[in-house]
């Protein structure tokens, strides 16, 4: 587990679909602690806005689009910096 305390943190690529949506659900209910990327800004409001109240200290996004060769870095500089990195 990474350095900071909680859940183990993940990563869900396409986590702003339909199915993506419901894996972060769970995760976050279990206890983890989730980035996801999304393609824009909006997309990362809707899921604080979406969130719970109790889950969103557990939860980043990282706008970026995958064609991007810049989007792996800017999500992995998310998860250290919010959470000391990826499990």
Known sequence: M?????????????GAGFVGRAVV??????GARVVVPVRREADAERFY???????VPRLRTAVGAFGDPATP???????RREFGGVD
Do not use: D, K, M
């Open 73 to 79: 870095g800017r999500i992995t500089a998310v998860a």
């Open 49 to 55: 806005l979406e969130a719970s109240p109790e889950t």
């Open 2 to 14: 990474t350095l900071s305390s909680g859940g183990p943190v993940v990563v869900v690529g396409g």
């Open 25 to 30: 659900g769970v995760l976050l209910a279990g």
